[in-house]
């Protein structure tokens, strides 16, 4: 019974291994060229500097809170 499992499991790994190449080789196409600029000098609202400032503001003042929050448990 356990050669007929081993044999089994064999020939799982072996179809399993044989799928994964065909599956990886359908993966290989040509290179394709994808231009993002739809013109203009439009570089989208997260490269403006003052998103990121007024997003990292707001991540300290929740940290804060969050661990100041935290340490009023325990008193």
Not at 24 to 47: E, H, L, P, R
């Amino acid at each position: 019974m356990q050669v007929l499992k081993s044999a089994v499991n064999r020939q799982v790994l072996f179809f399993l291994s044989l799928f994964v190449s065909i599956v990886t080789f359908a993966q290989d196409t040509k290179k394709v060229d994808i231009d993002i600029s739809a013109g203009g000098d439009d570089s989208g609202f997260f490269a403006s500097p003052w998103v990121w400032v007024v997003g990292a503001a707001v991540f300290i003042l929740l940290l804060v809170a969050l661990l100041r929050g935290g340490n009023k448990r325990g008193a």
